[in-house]
């Protein structure tokens, strides 16, 4: 089992901007500045969070992919270090299957 990426969202900005689960996988965004932060995606709704005061965190649990989701802080929507990625990579197929022979 993979550890879930964590993003620190701080004064310089987001400190991980590009970050790869599995399918299914989660990520978790962290507010480690003196300011509230709320991510937002485009492409990807599971990752839009409600407004992350200082010290607060919210977990997202991407879909299946392959997919790429861009994403960026909605309070500082033109500040490219608070933006970034989270790349989807397809599920590994699952050995136990229900067309496997018994």
């Given amino acids: 089992m993979h550890e879930s990426p ?7 900005g987001i400190g991980t901007p590009a970050l790869t689960v599995d399918s299914w996988g989660t990520v978790t965004f962290l507010t480690g500045d ?30 299946e992919g392959p997919k790429v989701c861009h994403f960026q802080d909605l309070l500082a929507p033109s ?5 970034g990625t989270v790349e989807v990579r397809r599920g590994r197929p699952d ?3 229900v067309d496997s022979p018994s």
């Fill in 6 to 12: 964590l993003a620190v969202l701080d004064a310089a």
């Fill in 79 to 83: 500040v490219a270090a608070y933006a």
């Fill in 95 to 97: 050995p136990v299957s």
């Fill in 34 to 63: 003196s300011r509230p932060h709320q991510i937002y995606s485009p492409e990807c709704p599971e990752l839009d969070s409600t407004l992350l005061q200082p010290g607060e965190s919210f977990r997202a649990a991407l879909g």
